[in-house]
């Protein structure tokens, strides 16, 4: 079921929740809204599932489920079904009871014998691999078994929509990672249409077919993670996707210069700004003859494939993070107070006067 949002806003007495939105949902397509806290996901979400109402004026919104025109239709009658962070399982009711809910409570001309009901819930069990625990109580489970339990019984109706509000928000990051590909493989393998809700990058990245990023009350771009990631439409995009190491300074005939800092740009004169991720920062030895940024080291921490290092000098406002492969991290002996040279593998731009191409990126 696709959903096409036209011309949706929100205000809360004089808070501005959401500016007018238009955004378009494939079928079978799982999307992520993205933002910081008070962005206008929730609001967004809850529009979407009818458990709050678009603004009327200045102008009318409209929300389609497919061909339907469900902007008034109340919440029960969209065929949604709903995960929450805090899984609001009942608490008196079994695994089983609580993923038949839905079904047992349907009106009798449309619900299900008991016997296909039966079935239909063992077979939710079975896909999120708790048939065995169907006879616990919500109590005896743990929050990522909790959250499967909420997962199945969402499904359980079949909705032609699933809409989540950070799922997996109270959960530790193993099982959050769990759960990510828990979701991942019962939409595939269901075929409905999801939106859920996230602050997390990593999240939105890692699950989404495409991602809604959101600031205050305003959709900033949406894309593909991989878009995204790789071409971001501003400054805001890029900064909340990932780690962003500063570099101010002043251009005069080709050369940025900040303190003792220097580095060769292709940039007319005047002030400028220049961000890197951890990842495009080089450490070497030396300077070179571009490019001569000199950096002490200020803290190591190995995580997974990387050793991530932390940077100060005097001509930095605030430490930069480098990413660095082991193999580079042995070779250089790095360790706390060394001196060494920071090496642009390359940089991004962003002028918000200038509207269109907002980005310029550079490989040093
Ligand atoms: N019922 C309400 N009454 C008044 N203001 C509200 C209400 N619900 C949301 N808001 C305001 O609307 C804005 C958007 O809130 P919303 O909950 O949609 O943001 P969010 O991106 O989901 O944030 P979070 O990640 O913190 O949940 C915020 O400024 C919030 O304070």
Redesign the pocket.
Same mark, same amino acid.
């Given at each position: 079921m696709s959903i096409r949002l036209q011309n949706i806003a929100k205000h809360? =007495?004089n808070?501005q =929740?959401l500016e007018p939105i238009n955004l378009d949902i494939h079928e079978g397509e799982l999307v992520g809204l993205l &933002?910081? @806290? &008070? @962005?206008?996901? !929730? !609001?967004?979400l809850r529009i979407i599932a009818g458990l709050e109402s678009a603004d009327r004026s200045p102008q009318p919104g409209k929300i389609l489920f497919g061909d339907r025109d469900v902007t008034h239709v109340h919440v029960r009658d969209r065929r949604i079904g709903f995960v929450f962070q805090h899984y609001a399982l009942f608490r008196h009711m079994s695994v089983y009871d609580n993923v038949a809910f839905g079904l047992t409570v349907m009106p009798k001309k449309r619900r299900p014998s008991s016997g296909d009901i039966r079935a239909r819930v063992f077979r939710l069990l079975e896909m999120v691999q708790l048939q065995h625990l169907a006879n616990r109580l919500p109590a005896q489970l743990s929050g990522g078994q909790q959250q499967r339990v909420s997962l199945a019984r969402a499904l359980a109706v079949e909705p032609d929509v699933l809409l989540l509000d950070e799922p997996f928000g109270a959960l530790d990051a193993k099982v959050r990672q769990d759960l990510r590909r828990w979701l991942r493989r019962l939409h595939d393998e269901l075929n409905f249409t999801s939106v859920f809700?996230t602050?997390d990058q990593e999240e939105a990245l890692e699950l989404s077919d495409r991602v809604v990023v959101?600031s205050n &009350?305003r959709i900033e771009q949406i894309d593909t993670p991989d878009t995204l990631y790789r071409a971001p439409k501003n400054r805001f995009v890029f900064e909340f996707l990932g780690d962003v190491n500063h570099l101010e300074g002043r251009v005069r005939n080709g050369v940025l210069t900040c303190g003792d800092a220097h580095l060769n740009v292709d940039l007319s004169d005047g002030d400028e700004e220049l961000l890197l991720r951890p990842h495009e920062v080089r450490l070497a030895e030396e300077p070179s003859a571009e490019c001569h940024l000199p950096v002490t080291v200020t803290a190591i921490s190995p995580v997974g494939a990387e050793v991530r290092v932390e940077l100060e000098a005097d001509w930095l406002a605030t430490p930069w993070q480098a990413t660095v492969r082991h193999a580079d991290f042995e070779r250089l002996h790095m360790r706390r107070g060394q001196r060494l040279f920071a090496h642009p593998r390359q940089w991004h731009r962003f002028k918000e006067e200038a509207k269109i191409p907002e980005q310029q990126t550079r490989v040093a």
């Open positions: 809360f =007495a808070t =929740a &933002g910081p @806290s &008070g @962005s206008g996901k !929730t !609001t967004l809700v602050h959101m &009350g």
